[in-house]
């Protein structure tokens, strides 16, 4: 009973917080807030936004007597025009980084070692996939992308490495000599 008494005596105290808010501006142009009008002049009255609702926040006073200027213009400038990109250097894949790699291995320990391909082709999905793992647990994959990445030669090293990707992981290596 003592709670609803004194939730009670909150709001009326709160009901003389709802009256009219009034604004002038006085003879020497500051701005004055009040909850009674002035005794001489007019008056104007400001709404107040509810409470519990979202409001913009509000400006200054002096903002809403300055008249607001328009803005600038905004000059359109064209787009520079794209930098023709000159072709990627051919990387190639060295010997010693192919004898490192293994079926198996994850695309981020390829790209790790070997850096990015110098071309990359996206073949589909493939069906199944069982892997038995290192302590004999057998896991099966479904709906696994099939990806070929393609390391050129160059003349220090005249091979094309070809490393195919079963989703994400080696499943063949294939190293041929072109010159």
């Known amino acids: 009973m003592l709670r609803v008494l004194s939730v ?3 709001l009326c105290a709160a009901l003389p917080a709802a009256a009219d808010v009034y604004k002038w501006v006085d003879n020497e142009g500051k701005i004055h807030y009040s909850d009674t009008p002035p005794a ?5 009255t400001v709404d107040l936004p509810n409470i519990g609702t979202e409001t913009k926040p509000a400006e200054s006073p002096a903002a809403e007597l300055k008249p607001r200027e328009a803005p600038a213009p905004v000059q359109a400038a064209a ?6 990109a000159a072709p990627a250097a ?9 004898i490192m790699l293994r079926t198996g291995m994850n695309e981020g320990e390829l790209i790790q070692r070997a850096g990015p391909p110098d071309y990359e082709s996206f073949e589909g999905s493939v069906g199944n996939a069982v892997v038995t ?8 994959f479904n709906n696994l992308e099939l990806r070929r990445l393609y390391y ?3 003349s220090s090293d005249p091979f094309t490495t ?5 989703g994400g992981m ?7 000599r072109k010159f």
């Open 8 to 10: 009670l005596a909150l």
């Open 133 to 140: 793992g290192r302590r004999g647990r057998v896991q099966s």
């Open 90 to 98: 051919v990387r190639g894949m060295p010997f010693d980084v192919y």
């Open 40 to 44: 001489k002049g007019a008056a104007k």
């Open 79 to 84: 787009p520079p025009a794209p930098a023709v």
């Open 170 to 176: 080696i499943s063949d290596l294939q190293r041929t």
């Open 162 to 166: 070809v490393v195919t990707l079963t």
């Open 152 to 154: 050129y030669p160059t």
